[in-house]
């Protein structure tokens, strides 16, 4: 069983820090990482991806990824209290990912004011 | 815009009635997939499709059927719908399988009385 592991939360981080998100993943054969944000009753967006050792920069976000720990990662600088949403992990697995990404069950983040 | 299109929005139905949901992208994307979403179970995929006419079980394909006869549209179809089938239902689509991550529709949320 490939499973992408979360903690639920609630992550609670004041209004301007650093929110710090993680993921693990139990498939070592693993490809491609992604991060969506999901707002409560909307479908999730895609906000970073990753497919190599090391850290990705985007604005206010960095994806962190270690593949011999099979740990990846995401912060969120000078965090907005619109970054208060539940962010999935998702995983390519080993085989190319013909049967689709899995997922974690999410983090809830909330950025507190 | 590119985007993908889910309808309806919501649905509320009796058991038994069979229902329709329907997905349509205009980005001209090979796969297409169907995920449910369920508290403290996260999402998991009921059915995929690498391309018009290939269609594979996901995860939960139970009491579901899928079809792919033209390559943006991509339908959900619950012949007897019951109460376990009460979710929050997302249609994705994906450029060149799913190395990019998915783009989600803005999903159905169905209720099965």
């Known amino acids: 069983q490939k499973e992408v592991e979360q903690n639920s939360g609630p992550l609670s981080v004041p209004e301007g820090a650093i929110a710090s998100l993680n993921c693990t993943y139990s498939?070592?054969?693993?490809?491609?990482f992604f991060w969506y944000r999901q707002y409560s009753g909307k479908s999730p967006e895609l906000i970073m991806s990753i497919y190599s050792n090391g850290d990705k920069e985007d604005g206010r976000f960095t994806a962190q990824l270690n593949k011999a720990s099979q740990y990846v990662s995401l912060l969120i600088r000078d965090s907005q209290p619109s970054d208060s949403a539940t962010y999935l992990c998702?995983?390519?697995?080993?085989?190319?990912?013909?049967?689709?990404?899995?997922f974690g069950k999410g983090t809830h983040l909330i950025i507190q004011p | 815009e590119a985007q993908v299109t889910q309808n309806p929005r919501y649905l509320i139905t009796v058991t038994g009635k069979k229902l329709t949901v329907t997905c349509s992208q205009n980005?001209?994307?090979?796969?297409m997939s169907w995920y449910r979403q369920d508290p403290g179970l996260g999402l998991r995929q009921i059915y995929y499709s690498m391309n018009v006419e290939v269609t594979d079980k996901g995860d939960v394909p139970e009491g579901y059927k899928v079809s792919r006869k033209e390559k943006r549209n991509f339908p959900l179809i619950l012949e007897s719908p019951s109460p376990n089938q009460t979710s929050l239902y997302f249609c994705a689509s994906s450029f060149r399988g799913t190395a990019y991550g998915y783009t989600f529709g803005s999903g159905t949320r169905l209720t099965v009385v």
């Open positions: 498939d070592r054969g693993s490809q491609s």
């Open positions: 998702a995983v390519i697995p080993s085989g190319g990912g013909a049967d689709g990404l899995t």
């Open positions: 980005m001209n994307h090979e796969y």
